[in-house]
């Protein structure tokens, strides 16, 4: 049996007409009855598998300029051609045989020391920590199909938080986002995140380094990081390796004649994969690494950049600068901030990113975040002021946030300090909900004053917004603190008290609100500058 990558039809997409099939990976360029999207029934495989096309388009068709960039979304691209494209790393997308493996260590089926594990333990959610489950009801995992092995080892490799000891987590840490530019085919979306050869090249890395298994790391020796052996740094790498790294140490136990039916995609009567052989002590990934579908924030000096990772609060908002445009100290996904830079809106009408990935406490997976967030087509000459105008509008959110559920848990207890963490969840999950739109309007107003120009307008939409957050900090703190009046006195007149701390210090004209978005209290509509008095001359 030789089971390849690059030819079965192992991906899982939605087309044009509904219909849900599994495609090669060249199939993405087809223009009749079009993929439009990778559709598993695990959308941390839909995540994963996404990754994989884009980063094997850039592994294969990596184009040379924003010309050919261009041509190439304009025109389409055969499938035959980009198949042949393709072919060409054919032997590095073996899922089976006797030599290098897809996403598998070369040699740790020869380890005396090797364990053979059930094959569930490659499933995120399933092998790390114990019973927890997040896509599936309770039960066993007790087979997979090649399909959804593959799926599985790309997804556990590309994501692999802590997992014990000698675990190495991905190249990006344990639960990284995923970060991709939305179009509105899959072949679409996979060519607006593929870099240009420029961006590629400026990848930590080596580019120099064009051996096979420095670009792709199962086609040799695995790096190992026993103790006593080094990290891998970029140096040590092609930039490709930022797609294909190899954390962890494992290879599938494939037996050619077994056949049962596959626990997530459901085929009957299938070559299956029961079992896994691992070892720990893979690749240590080390260094000043960034992932290009993936955003990070700026540290201490002299630290590498953070990799963003989920949290349980999901994806809000405040996180939209990070996502997409940035700022000095949050640095969008390569992707996306090329897209931007490049001005690529101009001929892919892309208005949206999607975000993906695990929020993880250490090796236990809390959730599953997803997010599909605006993109806006704006000119380099806008996107610096734009920079700073949506960073402080998402201060003065923070800011009205923190005032709300402090007041909320005044109005609760006499000991706000006391209360859970349920209480801060709930009023974070109304506030993010209930300005978020607000944001993207005001986001999309001071771009066009920017645009054009207008002080006044752009002053106004931060103006607009403040008041859009007052009401709604007032409201949800009337429907979270309702005044009861079995709470006695002392119960009601905390909450009056709390509510009038509400009310003051999340109105539009609080300084310290107006100073997030860049606006002196002078400016507001009514309001005129204190004049100082003089002080009256000493007489000699």
Request: proline share 8%; charged share 30%; net charge neutral.
């Amino acid at each position: 049996m030789a089971y390849n990558l690059i030819e079965e039809p192992w991906i899982p997409v939605r087309r044009a007409s509904g219909k849900v099939e599994r495609i090669a990976p060249w199939q993405v360029a087809e223009t009749g009855d079009a993929p439009l999207r990778v559709e598993s029934p695990r959308p941390d495989f839909d995540a994963a598998l996404l990754e994989f096309l884009i980063g094997l388009v850039q592994t294969v068709f990596t184009p040379k300029n924003s010309d050919e960039w261009e041509q190439v979304y304009k025109q389409g691209c055969a499938p035959e051609l980009l198949r042949k494209k393709m072919l060409v790393e054919r032997d590095a997308f073996f899922l089976d045989g006797d030599g290098p493996r897809f996403m598998q260590d070369l040699t740790v089926h020869t380890d005396k020391k090797v364990e053979e594990k059930p094959i569930e333990g490659l499933l995120i959610d399933r092998g790390m920590a114990g019973d927890t489950s997040l896509f599936a009801k309770d039960g066993g995992f007790e087979e997979l199909g090649l399909p959804a092995a593959a799926a599985a080892i790309l997804t556990l490799q590309a994501f692999a938080p802590s997992g014990g000891r000698g675990q190495c987590t991905s190249l990006r840490g344990g639960g990284p986002l995923s970060v991709t530019v939305q179009d509105e085919s899959l072949w679409g979306t996979v060519w607006c995140n593929v870099l240009l050869q420029l961006d590629l090249d400026s990848l930590p890395g080596d580019p120099k380094k064009t051996a096979m298994e420095d670009r792709i790391p199962w086609m040799g020796q695995t790096r190992t990081s026993e103790k006593g052996k080094p990290s891998t740094f970029p140096p040590d790498v092609h930039p490709l390796q930022h797609y294909w790294a190899l954390p962890r140490r494992f290879r599938l136990v494939i037996e050619p004649e077994r056949k049962g039916t596959c626990a997530i995609y459901g085929d009957r009567d299938v070559p299956v994969v029961r079992a896994f052989q691992s070892r720990p002590d893979g690749t240590s990934y080390d260094g000043p690494y960034r992932h290009p579908l993936t955003p990070y924030t700026v540290g201490k000096e002299g630290e590498p950049p953070n990799p963003k990772k989920g949290s349980r609060a999901g994806l809000p908002y405040r996180d939209w600068p990070l996502l997409t445009i940035g700022s000095e100290r949050l640095l969008p996904p390569k992707v996306v901030d090329s897209f931007m830079q490049q001005e690529r809106g101009r001929c892919a009408p892309c208005y949206r990113v999607a975000a993906r990935g695990y929020a993880m406490d250490n090796m236990k997976p809390l959730r599953f975040v997803e997010a599909d967030v605006p993109l806006l087509h704006v000119s380099r000459s806008v996107l610096e002021q734009l920079r700073a105008d949506a960073t402080g509008l998402v201060e003065a959110s923070d800011a009205v946030r923190k005032t709300l559920l402090q007041q909320t848990k005044s109005a609760w207890k006499d000991r706000p300090g006391d209360q859970s963490g349920e209480v801060e969840a709930r009023v974070d999950v109304a506030f993010w909900a209930a300005t978020e739109s607000a944001f993207h309007a005001a986001v999309r107003g001071v771009a066009a004053a920017i645009e054009k120009d207008s002080a006044d307008d752009r002053a106004n939409e931060k103006r607009r917004f403040l008041s859009i957050l007052h009401g709604e900090a007032v409201r949800l703190f009337d429907a979270l603190c309702p005044l009861d009046v079995s709470e006695g006195p002392a119960g009601l007149a905390r909450a009056v008290r709390a509510r009038q701390s509400a009310v003051r210090f999340t109105r539009p004209d609080n300084k310290s609100l107006l100073k997030c978005v860049g606006l002196a209290p002078a400016e507001l509509p009514g309001t005129t500058p204190k004049r100082r008095s003089k002080k009256k001359e000493a007489k000699p």
